[in-house]
């Protein structure tokens, strides 16, 4: 049965586009059949991570208001078959969306794929909570500094009030994805602990992807870090963290601190 998850957060710039090409990627890689959906309409980011830019036609919108069959806009990805994208407009207004038409778009989407994974724009505003309506799980993308911590908190209130799930009295499963993460400076005091974030937020945590120019580099490349060099930090955090959405038990670790000590925290934190 085909699974929903919504990448988000409150905070902008703090890694959701490059994340949800990174996740969909190491998801198609286990031969799942995944898709990565563009909710940012107006700015369009997506694509360029994804190195789809030139191969748009049809978008999200073009779907939505009956312009374009679903199959006309899919993108499927040239290194992975099991791999696809739906890109957002860059011309339209995010007032383009409505309600039924992201419905019927997920609706048509749960019959072809396993993963559907939607990237959604910043913020608390329309885009966001159509993103998030259908999602089964989300995926909370946090930096480990206050203001980001901060507006994620936020966003796991609306998750907890704004999504089917909510309203039909369900509970909706939230992981928490650390992006940026960079332990020598968390040591200094510069940037938020994991320890301190998990408290804050109190949802399970995903993963950590620390601090690398491989993600930058990719995105630059317009490649999935988990496609573009595999083998490097960022890319193996993001695999791992893959591997966790789709059920696996796979030990947690934070870049330069104790395993032990990381797994007995996981631990707690997922029950």
């Known amino acids: 049965m085909a699974k929903v998850i919504v990448v988000t957060s409150g905070k902008g710039g703090v890694g959701k586009t490059t994340s949800t090409a990174a996740l969909g990627a190491a998801l198609a890689q286990r031969g799942e059949k995944t898709v990565v959906v563009d909710f940012d309409v107006g700015l369009r980011n997506l694509d360029l991570v994804m190195g789809a830019e030139r191969r748009v036609v049809y978008d999200l919108i073009n779907v939505v208001q009956g312009d374009a069959k679903l199959n006309q806009a899919l993108i499927r990805d040239k290194r992975l078959e099991t791999l696809h994208l739906l890109p957002a407009s860059q011309t339209r207004d995010k007032d383009n969306l409505t309600a039924e038409g992201v419905e019927m778009v997920i609706d048509e989407l749960r019959k072809s794929f396993d993963w559907i994974i939607c990237d959604s724009p910043a913020g608390i505003e329309r885009g966001a909570t ?20 901060r507006d994620s908190d936020r966003i796991i209130g609306l998750l907890d009030a704004k999504t089917k799930k909510a309203e039909n009295g369900e509970r909706m499963e939230k992981h928490l994805l650390l992006t940026r993460y960079d332990p020598n400076r968390a040591e200094r005091g510069d940037m938020l602990k994991v320890d301190d974030v998990l408290e804050i937020l109190s949802i399970p945590l995903l993963g950590i992807i620390p601090e690398s120019m491989d993600v930058l580099r990719a995105s630059n490349l317009g490649a999935p870090v988990t496609l573009n060099d595999a083998a490097c930090a960022p890319a193996l955090a993001y695999r791992d963290a893959a591997r966790r959405l789709a059920g696996e038990q796979v030990p947690m670790t934070i870049p330069g601190e104790r395993r032990g000590f990381m797994n007995k925290l996981f631990g707690r934190r997922a029950a």
């Open 130 to 149: 159509l993103a998030m309506r259908h999602a089964d799980t989300a995926v909370v993308v946090t930096n480990p500094e206050v203001s980001s911590v």
